[in-house]
């Protein structure tokens, strides 16, 4: 991981936190990075502090209650330029399970920029830690008035970042097993899954910077679409948040009577349904349901 400021003749950066109305899960996982030799942020020459007049990189948290937010942005304010905003956690990015609160005014980027996202719920402390690594490379350029360098590259999950087994990371999603059924949606507190309707089929994504890694869209989806992985090392710059997504198009197939668009129905889905297929299972799946009724009340449309 590129750090950049490990110069010691230079003063180490102050690190500001924000608690935005947070559940605390995030700030619980800053203290570790603080407190724990293994995370720890001052090998980035960065400490923590309590003045914001002292500090150059503001770490928030919480999705920005209207009850906190004047107070969170006078102490953002404070905070003297050039400095760089990180947000810890899916909350203070788009409010992850409270999104649509009545007690929630954000997200944080409403109202002042953000320049680097760290999601999760909460995040790893090693993701914490490159998303500080980030903010370092950015204030360094903006104060010495150069662009800001391409985006460092993150540190791998493998060795001494290895995540413990059992670890929450990003949703996988396959398509090919996919049956539109929409559960996932359904379930998702965090609002982080959409279906689009698209000429090509119907597109899924997961919007990474509100999932809170529950899991129980994987959960509920019966014919295993989605899986949970270890990839917990999203730390992103917030320019690319609407690139961090999941995504998927299931494609719609011609029904096999009246040639109408439909979606597949996928072997994972007659196994559950059925235990065992057989080849009049397979031949009533090509067909629509309304070909299917009339079939079964005799002759298919044509
Ligand atoms: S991913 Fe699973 S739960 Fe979601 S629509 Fe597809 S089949 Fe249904
Ligand atoms: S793991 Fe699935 S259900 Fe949970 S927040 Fe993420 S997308 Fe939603």
């Known amino acids: 991981m590129e750090t950049a400021h490990n110069d010691t003749s ?35 020459g960065c400490r923590y502090t309590e003045s ?48 649509d609160s009545y007690a929630v005014a954000g997200p944080v980027d409403a109202y002042l920029p953000v320049d680097v996202n760290v999601p999760g719920c909460p995040p790893r402390p090693q993701a914490i830690v490159a998303g500080i690594a980030e903010a370092v490379l950015l204030w360094k350029a903006r104060r010495d008035g150069v662009p800001p360098p391409t985006a460092g590259s993150l540190p791998e999950s493998g060795g001494e970042n290895a995540a413990p ?13 996919c049956v539109g059924c929409r559960m996932c949606a359904h379930v998702c507190a965090g609002s982080a899954i959409r279906f689009d309707e698209e000429e090509a089929g119907l597109r899924f994504t997961l919007w990474h910077n509100s999932c809170a890694f529950c899991a129980l869209c994987a959960h509920y989806c019966r014919t295993g679409a989605l899986a949970v992985t270890e990839e917990w090392q999203l730390a992103h710059r917030h320019e690319e948040q609407y690139r961090l997504v999941e995504q998927g198009v299931v494609p719609r197939l011609p029904c096999a009577g009246c040639g109408e668009p439909l979606l597949p129905v996928p072997p994972e889905l007659l196994r559950v349904a059925f235990r065992e297929t057989s080849p009049e299972i397979a031949r009533l799946t090509a067909l629509c349901p309304e070909c299917r009724q009339k079939e079964s009340i005799g002759g298919t449309r044509r």
């Open 10 to 44: 230079e003063p180490p950066l102050g690190l500001f936190r924000i608690n935005a109305g947070s559940c605390n899960g995030c700030d619980v996982e800053l203290a570790a990075t603080a407190a724990v030799s293994r995370f720890d942020v001052e090998r980035l």
């Open 52 to 99: 914001p007049g002292e500090a150059a990189i503001v770490l928030i948290t919480g999705p920005l209650t209207a009850r906190v937010r004047e107070k969170a942005l006078r102490l953002h304010g404070a905070v003297p330029e050039p400095k760089v905003t990180v947000a810890v956690g899916v909350c203070p990015v788009s409010g992850g399970v409270f999104r």
């Open 165 to 177: 087994a059992g670890v929450r990371g990003r949703m996988r999603f396959n398509a090919a097993a």
